[in-house]
């Protein structure tokens, strides 16, 4: 219910903003607090740190999703090393600042201001999953009306390929709506997740905009150190907008599927890590960062 | 119930056997279908395939032991690749014939009739978990006099150095007892693991036996991707009997233990991983086949 008031007041003072800011075919509603819309970078490297006998097949995990919910958003690999493990991937950085996109090796920031920012390789990241992309498969998809349909779309795909295995996935297109959240950075003590999206997670609704969405599906079995099924991430293709998708629709969308049978985690190696009860069922808490709703 | 009325015969016929046969310091007790005691090899190879960079802090997984569980007995990594994973480690081989144990860069099976042979590097292996052993700590336990002791006084030692990351053990030193199963070779369609064991498992009792039980430790959130807890193999100093560790006893033990805060797991490319329903708790089962009981 917070939620839905906070995100009722951002959408009153985008209006707002939209028409004092330049917008490039959509609409933007940023949080009160802090509203500006930073530059995006003018050139994105595309190049990555992996050496030549990377294993391109595997998932590569920072952390449990279990770490995070609990409130563990200390950095534990930086942006330098996460390029060395993949050029395409989801993820969010210390301290909860913003939701990460990684994208043809390039890491960005959707803050929680809406803007987008190439992140330096110094900073650090709590919890993430990348991998290097090599489609497997390329198809497109029409009449996504909703984020729910994209996903049965996917999960018919992933049916075929095999439900036990990991796949990442490119949609790219033109999106008639797509709505994202970010949140707000936070300071220790830190609480847990889903009370951080109660107060400070910021919303933002966009129209007929152009951009990526990078998509992790993780099987069953990953219940306990991730989110089952899909999760998505979007960045605009001028790399000013994104964040985590919350629901999104489009005529028609490219889609490139990286089917991935290799998954590696690192664990972080501080004392709040060591010490969660990750035996407590989070399932609910989980349900809740993923979707935005109570 | 069968396997109780099914050890007792085997204790029957061991005792006979052990008046025909030379043992050193031990009395083992075989399945009646095929009594006889393979040679070991004379040498065993310490060198390992790992290349310069390897990850030395990585649990390496062919697998989940849920495939295993549902019958998945097929091999998917040769010995050969798994010697680049680890040197240490436990696992099983394709058609489920004999319990891995890998030792200092050594793969032996311990198999259905009690006996250990050193694996050949084109064997494949269905389910196994490897390191490359780095000991953090190493210390003495004394007063071993069954399984779950020592599971305890490892448990005590994982709580200090943080339950939710992976560790795998070294326990070296003369056992007073041990008990170990193997089982015989399935062939195809497989059966469940659980029905295999009811008519497939073959027991060995020793007594006073020098040797190293290698162990691994899963943190809880492993629960759908193997079995949460310790999971012991043992082979022999002399590397002529082992299996997969059902109780134990010992006067001192000398423990080695590696904390490793890496995981990675490759799935096997097979139709029939592709179609298990993981999303079926497999625990009770899984229960079943690490502890021998109903």
């Known amino acids: 219910m917070k939620n839905s008031k906070f995100r009722k007041s951002c959408l009153e003072l985008g209006l707002l903003l939209a028409m004092s800011v330049f917008m490039t075919g959509c609409v933007v509603t940023v949080d009160g607090k802090s509203a500006y819309i930073a530059p995006a970078p003018d050139t994105a490297e595309v190049s990555n740190g992996a050496s030549a006998d990377t294993d391109r097949e595997v998932i590569n995990q920072v952390s449990l999703l279990q770490g995070l919910t609990f409130g563990d958003y200390s950095g534990s690999v930086p942006v330098s090393r ?170 028609e969308l490219d889609i490139s599927i990286d089917r991935t049978d290799g998954f590696a985690m690192v664990l972080p190696d501080n004392d709040m890590f060591n010490n969660f009860d990750l035996t407590i069922d989070q399932s609910e808490d989980i349900k809740k960062v993923e979707t935005g709703e109570d």
Not at 86 to 101: H, K, R, V, W
Not at 196 to 216: A, H, M, R, S
Request: hydrophobic share 35%.
């Open 82 to 251: 996460l390029r060395e493990l993949g050029d395409t991937g989801i993820g969010t950085f210390d301290a909860l600042n913003g939701e990460l996109i990684m994208l043809d090796g390039t890491v960005y920031r959707a803050a929680y201001d809406g803007s987008v920012e190439e992140v330096a390789d110094e900073e650090t990241i709590p919890f993430s999953n990348v991998t290097f992309f090599d489609a497997d498969e390329e198809f497109s998809l029409s009449g996504i009306d909703n984020v729910n349909t994209l996903k049965s779309e996917l999960d018919a795909k992933v049916d075929e390929l095999g439900d036990n295995r990991f796949y990442m996935i490119k949609a790219t297109g033109s999106f008639t709506n797509m709505q994202v959240r970010s949140e707000l950075p936070q300071t220790e003590p830190y609480k847990p997740l889903a009370e951080v999206l109660e107060t400070d997670q910021t919303f933002f609704d966009y129209e007929n905009i152009k951009g990526t969405v990078v998509g992790l599906y993780c099987p069953a079995y990953m219940n306990d150190l991730n989110a089952v099924g899909w999760h998505f991430h979007f960045v605009s293709d001028d790399r000013l907008y994104g964040g985590h998708v919350l629901d999104l629709g489009a005529e």
